[in-house]
């Protein structure tokens, strides 16, 4: 079957650096996304990767590794605004998305 | 990114009627629409991807008579619940791709609630 797995909860400080990792078993591979998600909200896209290697994008980066099934999601200069949960999701082989069922990241003062 | 503007954002129906919910995407042709739920806690679940023009194919366990599935033209797609019930309260968030779109851009969610 088909598996993402991330951890349930995180709690980091603020001005801190934190990791969100996300493992992943699918049939087939196109691409993985980090979503976030505030309380009561959509997600919102943060970052796409389709090869191996680190995408940087202001205070976010996402890294892949496709030959073992790894991604994860570094966040930098944390702020309180960052409180949310981190939703990774892989494209399989038939063009369907896998969703994890999200990591929430605490910030603590 | 892309705009997709779901509506409404709440609503509350009394058991038995049914609910209509409209995704837009506002600057962009979606050939692909995506409706989910979202119960709290959880993650996304995938109930159904309809193109334009097709009818919609439903995920496994998703009731296609229940949820009906609308995507007419390239920047409307609707989701009606029929004979709502307390179970279906959720929060259902649509989201859209257009044909050379890498990622698809969701709306605002609706929060459903079924009394």
């Known amino acids: 079957g088909q598996n993402i797995d991330q951890p349930t909860e995180m709690t980091a400080t603020e001005g801190a650096i934190v990791q969100i990792n996300c493992t992943y078993q699918?049939?087939?591979?196109?691409?993985l996304f980090w979503y976030q998600q505030h309380a009561g909200e959509a997600p919102t896209f943060l970052s796409y990767?389709?090869l191996d290697g680190l995408e940087e994008k202001g205070r976010f980066s996402s890294f892949l590794s496709r030959s073992k099934g790894y991604s994860y999601l570094l966040l930098k200069e944390l702020q309180m605004k960052d409180s949310a949960s981190y939703l990774c999701?892989?494209?399989?082989?038939?063009?369907?998305?896998?969703w994890g069922a999200g990591t929430k990241l605490i910030i603590k003062p | 990114g892309a705009v997709v503007s779901q509506h409404p954002s709440r609503v509350i129906c009394k058991s038995g009627t049914s609910v209509k919910i409209e995704c837009r995407s506002l600057?962009?042709?979606?050939?692909?629409m995506f409706w989910y739920r979202q119960f709290p806690k959880k993650s996304l679940m995938l109930m159904a991807t309809s193109n334009e023009g097709s009818k919609a194919t439903y995920e496994q366990g998703v009731e296609k008579d229940k949820f009906l599935i609308n995507h007419a033209s390239l920047t409307l797609s609707t989701l009606t619940v029929t004979s709502a019930h307390p179970e279906d309260s959720s929060f259902y968030i649509c989201?859209?791709?257009?044909?050379?779109?890498?990622?698809?851009?969701f709306g605002q969610g609706t929060r459903l609630t079924v009394v």
């Open positions: 699918t049939s087939g591979f196109n691409g």
């Open positions: 990767n389709v």
């Open positions: 989201s859209a791709r257009g044909r050379l779109e890498t990622e698809a851009f």
């Open positions: 600057d962009f042709q979606a050939t692909t």
């Open positions: 999701a892989v494209r399989d082989g038939n063009y369907q998305l896998i």
